[in-house]
């Protein structure tokens, strides 16, 4: 465990000391703005509409580039040598991969709570009627499980490909899986693949019938998603030569 | 060399406490080989066993364990500090508290690292960044010692102090590009050629037949005589 800590606390330095924590931390902010700054318009349901679609389609982009961050610094620690120091010290390789997964969902909870906060605070008391505080906060957990599965799709990605072609095809993956259901393009809540359906749920919120138990299931599944592709991130960094 | 395997099953067998000269034809194949014996590439082919070690035994207290790699330049994170690495190292290998602060302590003052404890390696230019890279290797008492180029950046004299290593134990492989700078730190040579052990002799055949300790020397032994065990060529 001691050891596990320590590889994602120079985890976490390294993205502070390179900028990427701060580009991380600031992508996920900025999501909450559109809907900050949203004058009140149209009733209140499609006001509400109006301020949580912007953000979760905001979400969908941000959690694309932190797939592309993943796979690019999963690839940049293999090209770099890090990771090679690190095995070369007794570190299991999948402890590599799951100390930078700890590593990155941290950073995802530091950008998301407060940029989810932002955005619960912009709406009014008539808002609040339609979208409950807790159905708001499971759906934020479930972008958050959502993260988490791409995020492992990016060290996936890193462990397999070289640092600009991994970020490029994680950002697009990502970006493809996330951003389409929420703008309410195909497929829907109900048929979207688990972490995408975690956005679109975001979106539609204030006219979801059961948002806590639709919430709880597309977090479940995103973090199951997360899981497997974990595993598949530590295989595929048992074979890569560092 | 295009199409051409750098390593093609090489078989190696090194006894406890020997030091050995690592050199290569290509220049490529002998660092490739100490980053297989690393475990950072994987080898599809070979046999190696290095001080009763058996490549590649996972066990918690196996190779990965009791084998040190130290790659040319550190290897790891610029920005930490001699201390912060040190510390790291000692802690990744599972030292506690206490212990750690007096291997830590010893590493310093051996490695002459002082002034430039608490900056970041980066800053402290090559030569730093090897002492740290070397000094984070031995803090765990390895078996075995891998070594690739080490301490190209340190003059003559600090590097020979700095690699003349103590313990009758510890097995050292030194992979170099300029074997003469190696006389008196190591007792056998180990020639790769075209991906084989193409020579495996004690250092002292060197010297018996005339040869010096250089890659002309070492190829000229190999040309002259064939491979030979380092028991078999020493006695």
Known sequence: MSRLLAVAGLAIRELWVTFRLLLLVAGLLVTALPSALLTPQGVASDHISGRLQPFAI????????????????????????????????????PMVVIGWFLAFALV??????????????????????????????????????????????????????????????ALLVAGALLVPPTLGVLPTLAYAPAPAAALALVAELPSASRPIADALRTCGLSLAAAGGVLVLAAAAMQRADL | MAGRRLLDGVELRVPVGARLLLVSEPEASAPLLLGILAGLMRARRGRFEIAGLRYADDSPRGWRRRVAYVPPHGGF???????????????????????????????????????VLRRAASRGGPGTLQRIGLAAALIGDPEVLLLEDPLRALDDAERARLLDLPGDRLTVLLSSTQ?????????????????????????????????????????????????????????
């Open chain 1, 58 to 93: 905001g979400l969908g982009a941000a959690l694309a580039l932190l797939a592309a961050v993943a796979a690019g610094s999963m690839a940049s620690e293999r090209s770099e040598g890090t990771a090679g120091w690190l095995v070369s010290r007794a570190v299991p390789r």
């Open chain 1, 108 to 169: 995802l909870l530091v950008g998301l709570a407060p940029s989810a906060a932002l955005v619960w605070l912009t709406l009014g008391p008539v808002d609040e009627a339609l979208v409950q505080p807790l159905g708001y906060a499971l759906a934020i957990l479930a972008a958050w499980a959502a993260g988490l599965a791409v995020v492992a799709l990016g060290l996936l990605l890193g462990s397999l490909l070289g640092t600009v072609s991994s970020g490029l095809v």
């Open chain 2, 77 to 115: 994170y610029p920005w930490l500090s001699p201390l912060e690495v040190l510390n790291l190292a000692a802690r990744l290998a599972g030292f506690g508290r206490a212990e750690r602060r007096q291997r830590v302590e010893a590493a310093i003052e051996h490695f002459r690292l002082g002034p």
């Open chain 2, 179 to 235: 074997p003469e700078s190696e006389d008196g730190l190591v007792d056998q040579v180990v020639l790769l050629r075209a991906g084989r052990v193409a020579l495996h002799a004690r250092r002292r055949v060197l010297s018996e037949r005339g040869l010096p300790l250089s890659m002309r020397g070492i190829l000229a032994l190999a040309d002259g005589a064939p491979a030979a065990s380092p028991t078999a060529a020493g006695a």
